[in-house]
């Protein structure tokens, strides 16, 4: 007879932990970077004569919504990536063979979160900076991409991590409409 659920030991899952708590320095690294790369995509976004001369489509929120709105999303991700990042870490009774795999799911999740940090930025350079709408459109497809391989990859560890980001996807999606919206009241001119 089993006793109670808080006497039995949790059942190993192939060397996963998933009821420990996640340490503040876990978080306060993701937040860090977080900071940074918002920084830095701030930093890239130009909404100089360029941007304001746009026809825009009538569904992009005002300028100002985007700053809160990424503030959110900004925390959101930096929550899931510490949670997923600690989850995916091997159990202390892991045999050598778990905590390999559970160390290559490590790297595998803080290398898709540099990716995708890396699109997220490299879509304002190509929106704002190099001003190729054309351009920002088929990288957002990239960004897309690599927020839903996040979703499956901490859905493995940790299904809040995953749900955490899913207000990125969606956002991401929406951005993506107003990104082709922008393109298409505003053609590029021949040679761009």
């Known amino acids: ?6 006497a039995r030991p949790e059942p190993a899952q ?28 701030g930093l890239a976004t130009d909404l100089g004569p360029w941007y304001r ?22 925390t959101l991700t930096a ?12 159990t202390v009774q892991a045999d050598e063979a778990a905590a390999d795999a559970g160390r290559r799911r490590q790297r595998r999740l803080l290398f898709g979160f540099l990716l995708n940090a890396l ?7 190509l929106f704002f900076k190099a001003q190729r709408p054309d351009w920002a459109l088929v990288e957002i497809v990239l960004l897309t ?8 990859a901490c859905t493995e560890v940790d299904r809040l991590a995953a ?21 298409w009241l505003n053609p590029l001119s021949p040679g761009a």
């Open 1 to 6: 007879m089993a006793g109670p659920p808080e």
């Open 14 to 41: 192939a060397g996963l932990v998933r009821a420990s708590r996640v340490p503040r320095r876990a978080y306060a690294v993701a937040a860090a970077i977080a900071v940074l790369v918002a920084g830095i995509g």
């Open 53 to 74: 001369g746009l026809l825009q489509p009538a569904w992009k929120p005002p300028d100002i919504v985007f700053g809160p709105v990424w503030t959110l999303l900004y």
């Open 79 to 90: 929550w899931a990536g510490a949670r997923a990042w600690w989850h995916a870490r091997p």
């Open 119 to 125: 699109l997220n930025v490299l879509w304002s350079v």
């Open 145 to 152: 991409a690599s927020v839903l391989w996040l979703i499956s």
């Open 163 to 183: 749900r955490l980001l899913l207000p990125y996807l969606a956002w991401v999606l929406f951005a993506a409409t107003v990104n082709a919206g922008v393109l």
